[in-house]
Nanobody, 123 residues
Framework: QVQLVESGGGLVQAGGSLRLSCAASGRTFGSYAMGWFRQAPGKEREFVAVISTSGRLTYYADSVKGRFTISRDNAKNTVYLQMNSLKPEDTAVYFC????????????????WGQGTQVTVSS
């Protein structure tokens, strides 16, 4: 398995932007599809975005499509989530996750998880 560490969360006003990063350990990062999930208080963890091993394929939840962009730099063992036009309902703990399964959308498809980073969007 790969070890994952998220960073970049924080407090931002509605309409603002944040970029999350997820650094992975190990030499096999390029063999994993990477995903971002989020979990708000009292709610289940939900899919946000996923990117293929090469970065050529990406998929998004409808709630973030057009506002969030997932990308990866395999040379730096890092996956990113650029979040623009943030809304209060985007407030959640954001997790990155890794999988060798494709396609992958559900939490059960991923077997390595980071500890999460808090994103809070004020109105």
């Amino acid at each position: 398995q790969v070890q994952l560490v998220e960073s970049g969360g924080g407090l931002v006003q509605a309409g603002g932007s944040l970029r999350l990063s997820c650094a992975a350990s190990g030499r096999t990062f390029g063999s994993y599809a990477m995903g971002w999930f989020r979990q708000a208080p009292g709610k289940e963890r939900e899919f946000v975005a996923v990117i293929s091993t090469s970065g050529r394929l990406t998929y998004y939840a409808d709630s973030v499509k057009g506002r969030f962009t997932i990308s990866r730099d395999n040379a730096k063992n890092t996956v990113y989530l650029q979040m623009n036009s943030l809304k209060p309902e985007d407030t959640a703990v954001y997790f990155c996750a890794a999988t060798r399964t494709w396609p992958a959308r559900g939490t059960a498809d991923f077997n390595s998880w980071g500890q999460g980073t808090q994103v809070t969007v004020s109105s």
